[in-house]
C-alpha cells in the first residue's frame, strides 16, 4: 500500500484552497500498487463496465485457470474456455489482442514506462480495448505516475461537482480544465476525491466535506 506524501498534500492545499478540507480528512489514505504489464491491463480489460464485485469474482476465475498469467497462456485457451471465465464475447477479443501485442513484442512494458505520460497514454490507447480511461488508471496504478486525473470516471466528476458547487456533473472538458491548477500531483487529487466520494456513497461524509452521525 502507498500512502499519500505530506508534502503533495500541503502544496495542492495551497494550489488550491478547496480541496484543504479533502487534504486534511483524507491525507492518511493509502492506495493500492498494482502489477504492471500484461497482468495489470488484462485486470483492466476485465473490470472496464463491471461492478468490482463482478469483476474480482471473473479475475479470480481467469487466474485459476491460467496458471500462469501470461500472453502464452491466454493464448493457449480458445474461446469457450474464457466464456466459462465469466468474460464477454468482446473482451475475450480485447484480452487476446492484448495477448498478441505482449507475445509478439509489439507492446513492452519496460518501454511504455520509459515514455512521457501522454506518449505512454497513446501507446496504450492503440491497444485493442484500451480506453483513455484503462490506459490513464494503469499509468497511475501501476507506475506510479503522479500528475494524472482521468476524466472519463464518473466517480471523479460527480466529485468535481460537489467540490466546485456545480448543480450538475460536469463533462470532460470543465475537468480536464479544472484539473490544471492541481498540476504536478492531479492523481494526488484523484485519490482524494475518490476516497470523499466513497465517504459520501457510504453515509459518512455529506457533499459539503462535513461528517455525519454515521462516522461520529
Not at 464485485?53 to 474464457?82: C, E, F, N, W, Y
Not at 477479443?93 to 511504455?112: N, Q, V
Not at 505512454?120 to 503522479?146: C, D, H, P, Q
Not at 487529487?189 to 456513497?201: D, E, K, M
Request: glycine share 6%; with cysteine; aromatic share 8%.
Amino acid at each position: 500500500m502507498t500512502p499519500l506524501d505530506p508534502v503533495h498534500l500541503s502544496a495542492l492545499a495551497a494550489a488550491d484552497p478547496k480541496l484543504a478540507p479533502l487534504t486534511a480528512h483524507f491525507g492518511h489514505i493509502t492506495y493500492r500498487r498494482r502489477p504492471n504489464g500484461f497482468p495489470a491491463l488484462l485486470g483492466l480489460i476485465v473490470e472496464q463496465q463491471l461492478s468490482v464485485k463482478a469483476a474480482d469474482t471473473i479475475i479470480a476465475r481467469l487466474h485459476a485457470g491460467l496458471g500462469d498469467v501470461s500472453p502464452q497462456a491466454l493464448l493457449d485457451h480458445d474461446h469457450d474456455a474464457m466464456r466459462s471465465y465469466g468474460l464477454s464475447r468482446p473482451k475475450i477479443s480485447y484480452a487476446r489482442a492484448l495477448a498478441e501485442a505482449f507475445h509478439t513484442g509489439a507492446i513492452d512494458a519496460d518501454a511504455i514506462a520509459a515514455l512521457e505520460t501522454e506518449d505512454a497514454a497513446r501507446a496504450l490507447i492503440g491497444l485493442k480495448g484500451i480506453g483513455r480511461w484503462t490506459a490513464e488508471v494503469y499509468l497511475m496504478f501501476s507506475e506510479g505516475r503522479l500528475d494524472l486525473f482521468p476524466v472519463g470516471d464518473i466517480a471523479l466528476r460527480e466529485a468535481v461537482a460537489w467540490l466546485d458547487g456545480l448543480e450538475d456533473r460536469p463533462n470532460e472538458a470543465y475537468c480536464a480544465e479544472r484539473a490544471l491548477v492541481w498540476s504536478p500531483y492531479r492523481s494526488i487529487v484523484s485519490h482524494l476525491l475518490w476516497a470523499w466520494y466513497g465517504a459520501v456513497r457510504r453515509g459518512e461524509m455529506d457533499r459539503k466535506m462535513n461528517t455525519t452521525a454515521v462516522s461520529a
